[in-house]
């Protein structure tokens, strides 16, 4: 299993420069575990894309519905307690964003606090550098 970041997942879903990376990746190891929150996310940058004239409405239909299978089968960790109280402390010590404290907090949960060497896939800059520094052993 690997920590996938929304924005490790987007390119599994549409052609973008790190989508044969991830299809590696995907393919060595299909078992995901992400927050809540990344079906969202995703879905944000998939309409962002159209918005952008990136996606066709075809290929926003058909990013869509994949994005929906894919987490039909992907492992999510919940909005809970303890994710809100790791998010609140990664903000303390990294400089991320709301969404991106939520991930590695998430992530934290999802190895019992112990990430040294678990598998983080992600495409944000910020958060590889949170990631990394919290012992993850990031996937660009």
Known sequence: MMYWDASGIVPLLVQEPETAKRERLFRKDPAIATWWGSKIECASAL????????????????????????????????????????????????????ADSLQLAAALITVDEKPRGFPFVCSDARLINAATREGFDVRE
């Open 47 to 98: 309409n962002r894309l159209h918005g952008d004239d990136v996606l066709t409405s075809a290929g926003l239909q058909q990013a869509l519905g994949d994005l929906e299978l894919l987490a039909d089968s992907w492992t999510e960790i919940q909005a809970t307690p303890a994710v809100q109280d790791r998010a609140l402390r990664v903000l303390r010590v990294h400089p991320l964003r709301a």
